[in-house]
């Protein structure tokens, strides 16, 4: 099984693929390495634009408040086993 998101944003399960091991990974090596033009959702960002933001926010990215997390919850380890 694995998992997908469904058209109203909701989570739910598929059928494995079944695809050989061979298959899926020579499909993977084979696809097109160069961005795509945005998710879709928004417009695509230019390499300047996004080193106009980095160039930003780099003196305080890493600055910001965190809140703290008092609990990990009621389990006891972050395994779920």
């Not at 469904?6 to 020579?26: H, L, Q, T």
């Amino acid at each position: 099984m694995r998992a997908i998101r469904s058209a109203d944003g909701g989570v739910g399960r598929a059928p494995a693929d079944g695809r050989p091991e061979e298959e899926i990974a020579a499909g993977i090596t084979a696809a097109d390495p160069s961005p795509g033009p945005g998710d879709g959702d928004g417009p695509a960002d230019a390499a300047t634009q996004f080193a106009a933001f980095a160039t930003a926010v780099k003196g305080t990215w890493l600055c910001g408040e965190r809140a703290r997390v008092r609990s990990a919850g009621p389990v006891p380890s972050s395994r779920f086993a």
